[in-house]
């Protein structure tokens, strides 16, 4: 019997603030998705709101 692996990213970050562009909030998520990546998460999980 094979075990599949699978690598998880659970992100915990600071209130996305009104006054934040969507550019700005993007930009933010898209780092931590690298950052995520370069340590081989193969899935990152956001907060609700984020």
């Known amino acids: 019997m094979s075990k599949n692996k699978?690598?998880?990213?659970?992100?915990?970050?600071g209130p996305v603030h009104l006054a934040d562009s969507r550019a700005a909030v993007v930009k933010r998520?898209?780092?931590m998705m690298r950052e995520a990546k370069e340590r081989q998460a193969d899935?990152?999980?956001?907060?609700?709101?984020?």
């Open 29 to 31: 998520l898209l780092e």
């Open 6 to 13: 699978i690598g998880l990213a659970v992100a915990q970050m």
């Open 43 to 50: 899935l990152v999980v956001f907060p609700e709101l984020a």
